[in-house]
T-cell receptor, first 110, second 116 residues
Framework: EDKVVQSPLSLVVHEGDTVTLNCSYE??????LLWYKQEKKAPTFLFML????IEKKSGRLSSILDKKELSSILNITATQTGDSAIYLC??????????FGQGTRLTINP | EAQVTQNPRYLITVTGKKLTVTCSQN?????MSWYRQDPGLGLRQIYY???????DKGDVPEGYKVSRKEKRNFPLILESPSPNQTSLYFC???????????????FGPGTRLTVL
């Protein structure tokens, strides 16, 4: 059975801390891995990762894919309260079938 | 403004009463998809469509139907809703696959459905 597993499921840190969110997958016909941020509404796109070892960066957020370990990490440095959200990892399988993980609920306390 | 719209945004209904949730996108996207989101389970794909008249089952298609008669619309139909279909539903669309690249999915605002 195809699955995407995220860890931790919940994380509480203080503003300014650095966090690392994990995503591991077991799917057939892997195409790409996506990261989304979801606040109190629809998910918004963060990154798409297709090649192993190439880091994608956007401001304080960065992500990298390890196809040998079948995993990806999302790093957030110097966290701010506005980073509080659910972070979703999804894998594109075959012809655009998406499998999502359960999400990591990140809470940043001031 | 480029967007995916869903209607209704909130719906409370009773078991067995057929309902349709509409989804429309104005970005000329070929790919559209429906998801449901439940606590602790993340998003699960219900159905997706690669193009007009082409639809495929996702991971949780039971109890749902879809149609793709036009490129911009992808309605989700619950013929006989049951309480276990109470959930938050998202429609999404994206540009077509181009070689090995994949473009981000644009999500609608969500429809919160309660089946009593």
């Amino acid at each position: 059975e195809d699955k995407v597993v995220q860890s931790p499921l919940s994380l509480v840190v203080h503003e300014g801390d650095t966090v690392t969110l994990n995503c591991s997958y077991e799917v057939t016909n892997f195409r790409s891995l996506l990261w989304y941020k979801q606040e109190k509404k629809a998910p918004t796109f963060l990154f798409m990762l297709t090649s192993s070892g190439i880091e994608k960066k956007s401001g304080r957020l960065s992500s990298i894919l390890d196809k040998k370990e079948l995993s990806s990490i999302l790093n957030i440095t110097a966290t701010q309260t506005g980073d509080s959200a659910i972070y979703l990892c999804a894998v594109i399988q075959g012809a655009q079938k998406l499998v999502f993980g359960q999400g990591t609920r990140l809470t940043i306390n001031p | 403004e480029a967007q995916v719209t869903q209607n209704p945004r909130y719906l409370i209904t009773v078991t067995g009463k057929k309902l349709t949730v509409t989804c429309s996108q104005n970005m000329n996207h070929e790919y559209m998809s429906w998801y449901r989101q439940d606590p602790g389970l993340g998003l699960r794909q219900i159905y997706y469509s690669m193009n007009v008249e082409v639809t495929d089952k996702g991971d949780v298609p039971e109890g749902y139907k879809v149609s793709r008669k036009e490129k911009r619309n992808f309605p989700l139909i619950l013929e006989s809703p049951s309480p276990n279909q109470t959930s938050l539903y998202f429609c999404a669309s994206s540009p077509p696959l181009q070689g090995s690249l994949y473009n981000e999915q644009f999500f609608g605002p969500g429809t919160r459905l309660t089946v009593l």
